[in-house]
């Protein structure tokens, strides 16, 4: 049964699953396969397969390393898994708390470029119920970043995750474009999940010479020419630009540590964005609390309201 952000409990998969492709930047072939773990693991990332010892990375804030073409994460050897944002979107979406993601490649495989593959296989072994009271990061307070015309800010909101995006490109097939949604499973599943990563066909060339998106194809991106789409199967929404952006900030915001509770705006943002004011929120003690929820949060219309659960503060600002 999965409830997200309704349950009261932590969660994890019933059994292991794997999933396989290519890096969508580095073109090679790589194997993910997602391990359930005990209350209170978090989510953490496995690297194996370099022909170095296998590292262990937590999936925080604190491990990102790069967030130029994908959110990276790292520790003090360097970089370890990249494009980690679809994954963690997924696990999020669907209110999974504790996994050991383990990837035998560079990074985590693009798929069709979606969160929907991870979602397929989620939900194919199906989601655990652990005993242990689930921790929440609830934002107290609004927090603010803004750097070269972008916008992000966070601010509390009692029902769980709320994301509100909003795009602008100059080009006839986006141009502004807002997206805003409360993320719980059927929603993310149902708006969200399919919405695929997206590229201009006149950035091709430079990304290819920078040693970016060597994996990218048709299968993978919308590419988008001056005056069409180019893939054969069109777009999947009228908005898909702008939901995939929303995807990739749910993926991000993953990064809290534990389950956060508020609401994210992001005006012409992307990774970069999302991170900071992420490392914004959690750098001021003031503006958030870790709290366990101790029963179901129960409200009217399937909504999600802290006040009718029993909130217990956990632990401080080193949340990890």
């Known amino acids: ?88 979107a997924a696990l999020f979406g669907l209110g999974v708390d504790n996994v050991i993601i383990e990837v035998d490649g560079p990074e985590v495989p693009i798929m069709d470029g979606s969160a929907a593959p991870f979602v397929e296989a989620i939900d194919q072994v199906g989601i655990a119920l652990l005993s242990e009271s689930r921790r ?10 803004k750097s070269n015309g972008c916008y992000g800010e966070l601010w509390p909101y009692a029902r769980g995750l709320r994301v509100e995006t909003e795009i602008e490109f100059d080009h006839p097939l986006i141009g502004r474009q807002r997206f805003t949604l409360d993320v719980e499973p059927n929603g993310f599943r149902r708006e969200l999940a399919r919405a695929r990563t997206f590229g201009f066909m006149r950035d091709v060339t430079k990304l290819w010479s920078a040693g970016y998106a060597l994996g990218a194809s048709f299968e993978n991106t919308v590419v988008i020419a001056e005056d069409r789409v180019l893939n054969a199967e069109g777009v999947r929404f009228v908005d898909e630009f702008v939901r995939h952006k929303a995807v990739d900030a749910i993926g991000d915001l993953a990064l809290a540590g534990a389950p956060l509770i508020g609401a994210y705006r992001s005006v012409r943002g992307g990774h970069k964005l999302n991170h900071a004011v992420l490392t914004a929120l959690m750098a ?21 309201d802290l006040t009718a659960g029993h909130l217990v503060p956990a632990y401080g600002p080193d949340v990890s």
């Open 1 to 88: 049964m999965t409830r997200g952000m309704q349950a009261g409990r932590q969660t994890t998969l019933r059994e292991q699953v794997s999933i396989s492709g290519i890096g969508v930047h580095s073109g090679s072939p790589v194997t993910v396969t997602i391990h359930p773990a005990e209350a209170n693991t978090g989510i953490v990332f496995l690297r194996c397969g370099s022909g170095r010892k296998d590292r262990e990375l937590a999936a925080t804030f604190r491990s990102v390393t790069a967030t130029e073409f994908a959110t990276v994460l790292g520790d003090h050897e360097g970089p370890a898994v990249s494009t980690t944002e679809h994954v963690l």
């Open 136 to 145: 929440c990061i609830r934002v107290l307070k609004p927090v603010q970043v």
């Open 284 to 304: 001021d003690p003031a503006a958030w609390t870790v709290a366990e929820v101790e029963e179901p949060l129960r409200r009217p219309r399937g909504h999600v």
